[in-house]
């Protein structure tokens, strides 16, 4: 379930810089919000409505016009948006493309323990075989993610673990709070 609601919050690309801007006090004012992320209008209000998909956040009732409305986080969306902005504050500035990418968070959820491709497969069972071999190269790239080769077993296995800011934000969404 756990890694199930990174896979939903991280399908839109400025899901996670808007929990975290809520978290940060940012106005839940779509141009306040627009202006912290930097994102485009369009994948903005994308994102923006899936998060009100998902219930973590809602409209503020009684506050703002009907065409600039003001949004607050709801009881799920306080505990994603605190782990939001945990993985916002151990990540720089270069790291953001990567973590907007739909299966950064997902895959460095399931690697809380060092793991085997197909065994990542399994806890993310909607990502292909393509899309799990791109993320944990680009991871790879950036220092992220670490592959060993096990080369005591027949056939040889790649083992893949999380390091550095990886491990980090490994830790920090490791599957024991649920949040959707």
Known sequence: MYIKSFVNITSRAWALAILSNLHAGIPGRQAALLSATGASRTAFAQSLDHLIKMGLLE???????PLRPEFRLTQFGITAAAIASKIQDVS???DQDLLRRSWTLPVLTSLHTPSQFNEIKRKLQTITDRALSQSL??????????????????PPRSIYRAVNAGDVISKITAPEISFV
């Open 59 to 65: 409209r503020n009732p009684g506050y703002g016009h």
């Open 92 to 94: 720089t500035d270069e």
């Open 137 to 154: 190269k680009s991871m790879e790239v950036r220092n992220w993610v670490c592959r060993s080769v096990d080369g005591s077993a027949r």
